[in-house]
């Protein structure tokens, strides 16, 4: 709501503005009668005493004049209340000027009353001002006639004449204040009335053109929806609750008509368009709808005698949070398939091919491991023996991860519990002359070769160590091998013995010996860390971080 102020001079200059064609006709008008009667009197009666009285009133025509003219300048549209003031009250002025001097013989004297009246009738009915204006410019001229009438010496003449003129002459502007004020009020709720109508066609233009923009904007989107479809290569349609078809995009439209049925499905029943529907797919539709749930299956189908396999995917559509209809796409996946089986196959055959690398890797270690038995046999120098020993012992423990990979399901990891438990028992084969006991405590892990392979050769080295040094002359005893998965991908081994212990100066940083030089070195390569201690026998254990490559399933889709 606007304040008062700022509506009063709206009103204002809907008042003016809205009463300039009434103002300019009867202005008009009032000059043309004025110039008209002075011209008639002037030829009629020429000699008549009263027309010089009258024509000194024609003061006031050329401001009457001004007051049409005005109103065809379009700069002085806002100033016209100002103006038609000053003119009035310069009528004001004419009105004093014309009696004041006249002597109350003259001829055509009892006639200025009468002239007075119509004047302040003119300033009611044909100037458009405000009401308190208006009274007070009326106000203006009965205090002109009243001060011009004393003045000249008709009040002391003729009494009982003044005061009955000057009571015609309230009279006629009470009239004119009456007018005034039932032309004001009015036009005030002309006012209102027209402002409110305004108010409420501009709220009813916004909500058309807003209207307007929103179905222009929904076409628009509507339309662009449709092309998106149409431009999508899988088949796709959309039914309602009732099982009929709203919308078919034109690679369906074009696939049907391929397959000489309707081309137009939309507004068909899926039941008349397949008779011998599947049960199934009209529960998973119902399924949709109830749970709003998208469902994806694959489907085999014979088109024209070539078998081809479809993805078929529904989609719950929402309104109000409520499933209204279900859009099946339809993605042709024969291609798809033939790629994938391919990649199986090639899957299968690449696995073969590592599974027979392996296995030659293995054999290939056999043969090495043979050569240095002949080796062993043709020379009988113990340190030789033990050191071509002790590097059959290493190629073993590669040779069995090449035996396990040649096995195993996955060809690209171990099941290290599995690996460590044979090769203990190889090297517990070796030294079958020793009373000792080997325990295992392994808990089930896989690695990849890579971790494998060094894990292997410190058990090796760390094993075969107890065997030799732990035990002197055959001593019973015996020897743990604990594996253990901690938090995250870190994991424990451990190998300890109960036999004589660590020397008092025993330092793996320090050691010159080949073995705990390929255990600094393998530990370095894990990223690992060893400990060791010689509390009741010797204990080596080793954290390291087991590095697991992500299973591939060949037959996963793209």
Known sequence: M?????LNKEFLAYYLNSSLPSMRLGLIITIL??????????????ALPELNFYLRFGLIGPFILLSVIVMYIPALAGRLTRIYITINLIICGIIFYVRAPASPTQPGYQHYPAWVMLLIMGLFTFYRLRFRTLTLLGALMVLSYASATILNGSFRNNVNSYINNLFFVIAIYSVGFFMAFLFEKLNWRNFLHQK????????LLSETRERKEAE??????????????DAIPDWIYVIDEAGRITLVNSSLMVACKLQGMPDNLAGMML???YPQF???IGEQIQLVFSTGTPSVREMKQEINGEVRYFENRKIPVFRDHKVIQVMTIIRDRSKEREVEELKFKNAEQKEVMLREI??????????VISLLNLQLRNNSDPELRRIIRDIEMRIRSMALIHEHLYRSENIDRIPLDQYLRSLASIIMGTFSGYHVNLVTDLEPTEVSIETALPLGLITNELLTNAFKYAFPLHHEGEILIHLK???GDQCTLMVKDNGMGLPPDFNMDNQSSLGMFIIRLLVEQLDGKIDYNSRNGAAFTMTFRNFIPKKKNPQETL
Request: positive net charge.
């Open 33 to 46: 009668l004025f110039i008209f009667f002075a011209i008639f009197n002037q030829v009629v009666f020429p």
């Open 358 to 367: 392996h296995h030659r890797v293995k054999n290939n270690l056999a043969i």
């Open 196 to 203: 409110a109508l305004s108010e409420n066609y501009k709220k």
């Open 2 to 6: 606007k304040p008062k102020k700022e």
């Open 271 to 273: 039941s008349e368009l």
């Open 485 to 487: 998965k901690g938090p």
């Open 216 to 229: 222009e904007a929904f076409r628009t989107s509507e339309l662009q929806y449709h092309h998106t479809l």
């Open 278 to 280: 599947p049960d199934s």
